[in-house]
C-alpha cells in the first residue's frame, strides 16, 4: 500500500534564488541576522570543513538555529578554487530548512546564489554603519563572482562615483570593470597598481589569495576595509599591519577566532589577542557600541559567514515562492 508523505518539501534552484532574493531586499535581511546575533536569537556553531587531500576543494557545513523566523537550517558547500572561470563557480552547495515542531525538512535551496547574494548585502551593512557616510570612491581587489555582487550591494548604501578594480590578470580586471560600468552606468576601472585601489575611502578584498594582497602601509586614516575573500585559517588577503592599526570588527566572534586567518596571524605574533576585536556589527547595531571613536579611525569589517544569513535569506525565499507559486514541490 502507498504511503502518503507526511509533509511536502520545495526545490528552488538558482535561477529561483536569484530571482526571489534581490539585493535590495537582502540587505535589510542582514541587518536582522547581525542584530539576531546580538540579541541571543540564534544558535551557531563554528563551521566545519573537509578538505580533500590533496587541498584542491573541500566541502563545509554550517548549521544554526534562529528563534524569529524560526527555523532549523545548514548549509552544505563545496569550496574548490579551481573551478574559477568555469561553468560551476568556486562554491557550490545548498541550504536546507527544517521546521522547529517535528524537525521535519521543508525546502532545498541553491547555496551557491544564496552564498553570492547574502555576502555581499551583509558587507554592505557592514559597510554602512562603519565606513563614512562621505564615502565616495570602493577598491575592489578581485574580478570573480563576489566582485560582482559586492559592487552591487555597496552601491546601495553609499553613492560611489569612482570605483577602482586591482587583480592580478590586468586583462581580467579591464573585462571586468568594462562589463560593471555597463551595467551599473558609473565611473568604474580598472588599475593595474593594487595601491591605487587601496587608496579608497572603502576597500573590499575578495580573492581567494593565500598570502595578503593589501599592505597596512597603504592605508590612510578614515578609511574602511572590508575583508571577505580569506574564510580558512590558513589564508590571509591584508597583512598584519592592516589588522594591528584597524578598529577591528566581525560577523560572528566565535567563527573570527577559529577561521580568520588574518587575525589568527597577527594574534599568533603577538601582535594582538582577543581583545583586539572590537565586537560585532550586530553591536553596533543595537548601539552596544559605538562604530567610531573618531573620523580618523580606520574600521575593518572581518566577513566569515553565518549560518543566520543564510537561513533568513532562504526563509524569504521560500516565502516568495509560496506566494508566488515558484520552485518544485515533491511529496517528502
Not at 573618531?294 to 521560500?318: C, P, Y
Request: proline share 5%; net charge negative.
Amino acid at each position: 500500500m502507498e504511503v502518503a508523505p507526511l509533509s511536502e518539501i520545495c526545490l528552488l534552484n538558482a535561477a529561483t534564488v536569484r530571482e526571489l532574493l534581490p539585493m535590495a531586499a537582502c540587505v535589510p535581511l542582514m541587518r536582522r541576522a547581525f542584530s539576531m546575533v546580538a540579541t541571543g536569537e540564534t544558535v551557531q556553531p563554528v563551521r566545519q570543513a573537509l578538505p580533500l587531500p590533496d587541498r584542491r576543494g573541500l566541502v563545509g557545513w554550517m548549521p544554526g538555529y534562529t528563534a524569529d523566523p524560526a527555523w532549523l537550517g545548514v548549509k552544505v558547500v563545496s569550496v574548490f578554487p579551481g573551478n574559477f572561470g568555469t561553468d560551476f563557480g568556486s562554491h557550490q552547495g545548498m541550504v536546507l530548512l527544517f521546521e522547529t515542531t517535528h524537525g521535519a525538512p521543508v525546502a532545498i535551496l541553491d547555496g551557491r546564489e544564496i552564498t553570492a547574494i547574502r555576502t555581499a548585502a551583509a558587507t554592505a551593512v557592514a559597510t554602512d554603519v562603519l565606513a563614512s557616510p562621505q564615502a565616495r570612491s570602493l577598491g575592489v581587489f578581485g574580478y570573480g563572482e563576489q566582485a560582482e555582487s559586492h559592487i552591487e550591494a555597496l552601491l546601495l548604501v553609499r553613492p560611489f562615483s569612482d570605483i577602482r578594480v586591482w587583480g592580478r590578470d590586468v586583462g581580467r580586471a579591464r573585462e571586468f570593470a568594462a562589463a560593471m560600468r555597463t551595467r551599473h552606468g558609473c565611473h568604474i576601472e580598472a588599475v593595474a597598481d593594487a595601491r591605487a585601489a587601496a587608496d579608497c575611502d572603502v576597500v573590499c578584498t575578495l580573492t581567494a589569495a593565500a598570502e595578503p594582497i593589501l599592505q597596512g602601509a597603504w592605508l590612510r586614516h578614515g578609511q574602511h576595509v572590508n575583508i571577505v575573500g580569506s574564510s580558512i585559517p590558513s589564508t590571509a588577503e591584508v597583512d598584519d599591519a592592516t589588522i594591528v592599526a584597524g578598529r577591528l570588527f566581525v560577523d560572528f566572534k566565535d567563527n573570527a577566532l577559529a577561521l580568520g586567518g588574518d587575525f589568527r596571524r597577527a594574534k599568533a605574533k603577538g601582535l594582538i589577542d582577543d581583545a583586539h576585536i572590537v565586537g560585532t556589527i550586530g553591536d553596533v547595531l543595537t548601539g552596544v557600541l559605538p562604530a567610531r571613536l573618531s573620523a580618523a579611525d580606520i574600521t575593518l569589517f572581518k566577513s566569515l559567514g553565518m549560518s543566520s544569513e543564510d537561513i533568513l535569506s532562504a526563509d524569504h525565499v521560500l516565502k516568495e515562492a509560496r506566494r508566488l507559486g515558484k520552485g518544485q514541490w515533491v511529496g517528502w
